[in-house]
C-alpha cells in the first residue's frame, strides 16, 4: 500500500482491508510509521515512535474480529497510559519518567480494539493550557497552517491525525482538550460522559471529575465503533455513567429525528467577544439544522459565571499544586522555574493560600452548573455554541501572555474556548464537529452539547451532519495524502 492510499482510509475502512486480506497488519503499520517519519519533522506531533511494534504484531485469526484490527494508533502523553513506556506528562520535571509497570484499564481496551499502537504525542506542560507548546518537546504545529496552534491539550493527537500519520489517536479533555484541538485541526472530537470510558485503575475522579477520555477522529463512525470498544466501567470505579445496551456504532445508522436544539451565543464563562467568522459559522450549523427538520432558537445557559470562574479557579490551581508535589516527590525534584513552566508554577504558589474550606466550597459550586445543565435540557435536546471563540490563534499567543498572578492568565486562557469547561464540571457529553472553514481557509467547530449518557442522540446527530455536509475528505495543506507520493 502506497501512503496516499493509507491516508484515504478511516480506522474501520484500514481495519476492513486488514480483515480481508488485502494488505496486512505489518503492512499497515509500516505505513502508519512511515506517514509519521513523512510528517512529523514539519509539524512535532508525536514525540516519541515505538518502532519495534511492527516485530510485535501477531496477525492470528483470533483477533480478526476486532473493529480496529491492525489500525495504527498512538496514545497521548497523559491520563490513561501503556505499561512501562516513557510518560513524562509534557513537563521537563518529569523528563524520562516512565509510567507505572501496568497499562491503565482504557488503553487495554484500546489494544483490544485491535490497534496497533505506534507512538505517543505531544502534549502542553501537564495538559493545563489550550496550545500544545510545551518547553519539554517544543511546539506542535497546525497542518492547516503552520503559523497556528492546534489548539490543547490534544494538539500532538489532533495534528498527527489531520495530517494522515494515523486515522485515530488517543485523547482526553479536562476544559476543551478533544473539542478545541478537534476544532482547530477540522477533525470529529467527541467529549464522553463522566467516566463513561474508564479512567482506572490509578485515577478514580481526575481533575476532581472533569477529565474525560477518549479519541479524535475523520469519521463519526470511527468515534462510535471505538466508544464500543471502550465504554463502560472497569473495576471499583468511583462513579461512571452506564454505557448504552446497544452499540453506538448502530445508533449512527438510525435517523436522528427531530431535536430540540437550543443555540447560545452568550459568552459569559468568561464573557468575551466571539470573532465574526466564528459566529457566521455557527449561524451557518444552525441552519443546516434546520434543513435538516430540526428546531432551532436562541437559548443562554443560565448560571452565576462570576462564581463558577471563581470555583474553577480553585479547583485547577490546587489540582495543579497536589499533582506537582506529588511528581516532584516521585522524581526527587523540586518545583522551580527550571522545571516547571510559568502558569504552572503561578497555579502552584496561589494554591499554598488555598484552604480546604476553599476546595469544598468550589466542588459544592459544580452542582449549579450541573443543574443549570440539567434544567436546560428539560427544555432542549441539544445545545449549539462554537467549539472556541475564535478560529485558530497564532503560535505564541497564549505563551505570551503577561499576567501578574494565576488568575489572570488563567481568565485569558479560558477566553479561548468560553463554552467548554462548564461541560467538563457538569460531566455532560460534547462534540465537536467540522462543518465550516473560515475565509482563511482554517476550519470553525461547531459544539453540540447533550445530557448526561445522551451520547446516541450526539452520535446519530453526527452521523447526519456529516452526511448532508461531508468533511472527511479535506485536508490540510499539510498532509500525507498531499506528499505521500514523494515518500511511497
Not at 114 to 127: A, H, K, S, Y
Not at 147 to 157: C, E, V, Y
Not at 217 to 227: E, G, I
Not at 375 to 386: A, C, G, N, W
Request: proline residues 7%.
Amino acid at each position: 500500500m502506497q501512503l496516499h492510499e493509507y491516508a484515504s482510509f478511516d480506522g474501520l475502512g484500514l481495519a476492513d482491508l486488514v480483515k480481508r486480506r488485502q494488505i496486512s497488519r505489518r503492512e499497515v503499520a509500516r505505513c502508519g510509521l512511515n506517514a509519521i517519519t513523512a510528517m512529523n519533522s514539519t509539524l512535532n506531533a508525536v514525540i516519541e515512535v515505538y518502532d519495534y511494534a511492527v516485530a510485535k504484531l501477531d496477525d492470528g485469526p483470533d483477533l480478526e474480529n476486532r473493529p480496529f484490527f491492525g489500525v495504527p494508533f498512538l496514545l497521548k502523553d497523559i491520563g490513561s497510559h501503556d505499561a512501562d513506556v516513557k510518560h513524562e506528562l509534557g513537563s521537563r520535571l518529569t523528563k524520562g519518567l516512565n509510567a507505572p509497570p501496568f497499562a491503565s484499564e482504557l488503553v487495554n481496551r484500546f489494544r483490544g480494539s485491535g490497534v496497533t499502537i505506534l507512538g505517543r504525542t505531544n502534549i502542553p506542560e501537564l495538559g493545563t493550557s489550550c496550545t500544545t507548546e510545551p518547553l519539554l518537546y517544543g511546539p506542535t504545529l497546525n497542518p492547516w497552517d503552520l503559523s497556528k496552534s492546534p489548539g490543547g491539550s490534544s494538539g500532538g493527537a489532533a495534528a498527527a491525525v489531520a495530517s494522515g500519520m494515523t486515522p485515530i489517536a488517543h485523547a482526553n479533555d479536562a476544559g476543551g482538550s478533544i473539542r478545541w484541538p478537534a476544532a482547530c485541526c477540522g477533525l470529529f472530537g467527541l467529549k464522553p460522559s463522566r467516566n463513561l470510558n474508564p479512567v482506572g485503575p490509578d485515577a478514580g475522579l481526575p481533575v476532581n471529575g472533569y477529565a474525560a477520555e477518549h479519541i479524535v477522529s475523520r469519521t463519526v463512525r470511527d468515534s462510535a465503533a471505538m466508544l464500543d470498544a471502550t465504554a463502560g466501567p472497569d473495576a471499583g470505579p468511583w462513579c461512571y455513567t452506564p454505557r448504552l445496551s446497544g452499540s453506538y456504532l448502530a445508533e449512527t445508522m438510525r435517523p436522528a429525528g427531530k431535536l430540540r436544539i437550543g443555540l447560545n451565543l452568550h459568552t459569559n464563562f468568561p464573557p468575551t467577544p466571539l470573532q465574526a467568522t466564528v459566529v457566521e459559522a455557527t449561524l451557518e450549523a444552525a441552519r443546516l439544522c434546520e434543513s435538516l427538520g430540526h428546531q432551532v432558537e436562541e437559548a443562554k445557559l443560565e448560571f452565576d459565571h462570576e462564581a463558577l470562574l471563581q470555583a474553577n479557579y480553585v479547583i485547577w490551581a490546587s489540582g495543579i499544586r497536589r499533582g506537582v508535589l506529588d511528581l516532584s516527590t516521585l522524581v526527587g525534584l523540586a518545583p522551580s522555574p527550571d522545571t516547571i513552566e510559568p502558569h504552572n508554577l503561578a497555579a502552584f504558589h496561589a494554591a499554598e493560600a488555598m484552604t480546604a474550606a476553599d476546595l469544598q466550597g468550589a466542588l459544592a459550586s459544580l452542582n449549579m452548573i450541573s443543574r443549570a445543565y440539567g434544567d436546560y435540557f428539560s427544555r432542549y435536546d441539544v445545545m449549539l455554541t462554537p467549539t472556541g471563540s475564535r478560529e485558530p490563534s497564532d503560535l505564541g499567543a497564549l505563551t505570551a501572555i503577561k499576567a501578574d498572578t494565576f488568575y489572570d492568565w488563567y481568565i485569558e486562557m479560558m477566553k479561548f474556548c468560553p463554552f467548554t469547561a462548564s461541560v467538563n464540571m457538569a460531566g455532560v457529553p460534547a462534540m465537536s464537529v467540522p462543518l465550516v472553514h473560515g475565509k482563511s481557509g482554517l476550519p470553525i467547530g461547531s459544539h453540540f452539547v447533550a445530557g448526561l449518557g445522551q451520547e446516541a442522540m450526539l452520535l446519530r446527530l453526527a452521523s447526519q451532519l456529516e452526511s448532508a455536509n461531508p468533511w472527511a475528505d479535506r485536508v490540510p495543506p499539510i498532509h500525507v495524502r498531499r506528499f505521500g507520493r514523494d515518500h511511497d
